[in-house]
């Protein structure tokens, strides 16, 4: 398949990138759910410093070398052992052909034994795209059997109208929404009704940037099934770190 603009008239990247994971948990299933991959600097730098040196045009060249790190690192880390899947978070405006610029992922994703079932691709936060654009890139990431995510709805632009026009298979709740849920009845409201809002539209629901046990203790009431946050397991470079939350701070004590 020919290449695209973005590939033929792009720059590549001067520094190299690294790749930590954080899980998302199935509190139902007591297990990781999937490992969400986040970008890091050659030193381990933060994902905010990796995005700063990233521009119109090398945006190509990071968005194609994040998914192959990903998934090679991933699968060097014994994603293949289990039953979890990984999930990349891409960038819609780098996507310039779905058909085209998915080639490398398959090419990798073949190489190392990873079934196209077993990746999820996120919209990263707060990039605006063309709806038409990201519905053509969902449709056909479907067609190849990804699953999607929309990150971070309920700010910056994942707002209802991104849940209207795009048909992502996991919404993932915005961690504004989610901190202080404990002692917060607004936010307790807002949740379950978007919750309950998804659930009827077939979404599963991640509840993100969870800090304390009573946070989870609040979300797991409110029906939310699968979480991710420092309280569940902080990113681990290179791996997947532990989880050990005991079935009595999941609310399961009396489950065996």
Request: negative net charge; aromatic residues 8%.
């Amino acid at each position: 398949m020919p290449s695209c603009d973005g590939c033929r008239n792009g720059t590549g990247l001067d520094f190299d990138l690294k790749i930590a994971f954080q899980p998302i948990f199935d509190c139902e299933a007591d297990a990781p759910f999937a490992y969400e991959a986040l970008v890091r600097g050659p030193h381990g730098e933060s994902a905010r410093w990796v995005l700063d040196q990233i521009h119109d045009g090398n945006r190509y060249a990071f968005d194609q070398e994040c998914r192959v790190a990903a998934i090679r690192t991933a699968v060097a880390a014994g994603l293949l052992d289990g039953p979890a899947k990984l999930s990349i978070n891409f960038m819609p405006n780098a996507v310039y052909s779905p058909q085209a610029c998915i080639q490398l992922t398959l090419k990798t994703a073949s190489e190392t034994g990873l079934p196209p079932d077993r990746l999820i691709f996120e919209f990263t936060e707060n990039e605006q795209v063309d709806t038409a654009h990201a519905r053509d890139i969902i449709d056909a990431y479907a067609a190849l059997g990804f699953a999607t995510a929309v990150d971070d709805f309920g700010a910056g632009y994942s707002g209802l109208g991104l849940l209207a026009n795009l048909k992502t298979d996991i919404i993932k709740l915005d961690m504004e929404l989610i901190r202080g849920i404990d002692v917060s009845e607004p936010r307790r409201q807002i949740v379950r009704a978007t919750v309950s809002l998804l659930r009827e539209m077939g979404r599963v629901v991640v509840a993100e940037g969870i800090e304390t046990a009573s946070e989870l203790e609040v979300l797991r009431d409110l029906g939310v099934r699968y979480v991710q946050g420092f309280h569940i397991a902080k990113p681990m470079l290179g791996a997947f770190p532990p989880v050990d939350l005991g079935r009595d701070r999941l609310g399961r004590a009396a489950a065996a």
